[in-house]
């Protein structure tokens, strides 16, 4: 499928989806304490986003089951929320989340902690976070999609993590995977050139050990190959003739 480049109109709609889908994140924060189970946060996120006049866009993609992916400690991402995982002081919780606003996708995640958590895990979440800051200062029209690429890596890896291979971001629009494929890790290659109106989701996955990552049986939930603890974050960014919109985060 070709990168799609949005008109002005389309534009609009990315925003309104992205900051409708910041809201949910903003509700589903609120909520994360220890005694808490990951189904409470996926029932509570499904109800905001369809609240919102939206629809989950998560739900039924190739068979997943909930509306928010909810990815414990060592799950990376796609974790399948369940009544009887109760989060615990100390534990990182990565909520992944997307909606579809007038035919348009938004897709964004982030790292919570549960209470009190080690400092050391705590800079895996920082360190995860920044290196999307870091990816998107090149996201910019007439730089390759790899510039993003390479400078993540060339943030996270003097920290000795593991950046995850097997899973990458995306372009987005009227579906929620469009090409190209952007991997968090430096590339052979230069990449297509960006252009004004392409709309990606960009979000880094950092293990605190190996890059390596294997799948629970029940084929969704992703998990770091020596059980390290993994950080995700994402955003729906617009590319634009100067600096990138970020369209899931208005800080
Ligand atoms: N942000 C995730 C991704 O881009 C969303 C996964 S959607 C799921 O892959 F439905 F497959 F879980
Ligand atoms: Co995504």
């Not at 905001?48 to 739900?59: A, E, K, M, S």
């Not at 990565?94 to 995640?109: E, V």
């Not at 800051?133 to 390479?150: M, Q």
Request: hydrophobic fraction near 40%; charged fraction near 25%; charge should be negative.
């Amino acid at each position: 499928m070709a990168v799609t480049v949005k008109s002005a109109k389309e534009i609009e709609l990315m925003r309104e989806a992205g900051r409708l889908l910041e809201i949910v994140h903003d509700e589903m924060a609120k909520m994360i304490r220890p005694g808490i189970s990951t189904m409470d946060i996926n029932e509570y996120g499904d109800k905001v986003i369809r609240d919102l006049g939206c629809t989950p866009n998560f739900l039924n993609y190739a068979g997943y089951p909930a509306s928010i992916c909810v990815s414990v400690n060592e799950e990376v991402v796609h974790g399948i929320p369940r009544r009887d995982h109760i989060l615990k002081e100390g534990d990182i919780v990565s909520l992944d989340a997307g909606l579809i606003y007038k035919g348009y996708h938004s897709d964004a995640a982030r790292t919570h902690a549960v209470g009190k958590i080690a400092p050391e895990v705590q800079k895996l979440l920082d360190v995860t976070k920044q290196s999307f800051f870091e990816g998107i200062k090149y996201a910019k029209a007439g730089n390759h999609l790899f510039d993003i690429s390479n400078a993540i890596d060339d943030y996270v890896t003097p920290f000795g993590y593991g950046i995850v291979q097997d899973l990458v971001g995306h372009g987005i629009g009227t579906s929620l995977h469009e090409d190209p494929q952007i991997p968090n890790f430096r590339q052979k290659r230069k990449g297509i050139i960006l252009v004004p109106g392409m709309t990606l989701a960009v979000e880094p996955m950092i293990n605190m050990g190996t890059w390596k990552v294997k799948w629970l049986d029940d084929d969704w939930t992703v998990i770091s190959a020596d059980h390290s603890v993994s950080a995700h974050y994402e955003n729906t960014i617009l590319i634009t003739d100067g600096e990138p919109e970020i369209l899931t985060l208005h800080e």
